[in-house]
């Protein structure tokens, strides 16, 4: 009986997990083989269509990825200006009570 104790719903979280992750690799494979079915029934006109768009669709994407990585470096080096003028002030007011 102890062991339906607190550990019994650790066990049931540790079930629901390992369920979670068959459901999820179940998925991936029956998603992955009804991909490459629907592949294999293409003909080589609506492939290289295929390719072209994931090609289109892989540019959009690293642009936009490149605006936001530079957006952010923006931001980055604005902020690290802002902590070495305020790290320089700390240093100055600090510098002038205490000589060493």
Sequence with gaps: ?????EGGGGEDEMMKDEHSLFLEHDFQSIYQQMAAERLEEMGREELVQEYLELEQRLEMAHTVRVT???SELRHLKAENCRLQEENKELKDS???AVSC
Excluded: I, M, N, Y
């Excluded at 009986?1 to 104790?5: F, N, T, Y």
């Design 94 to 96: 600090s510098g002038t």
């Design 68 to 70: 936001e990585l530079e």
């Design 1 to 5: 009986e102890s062991s339906d104790g």
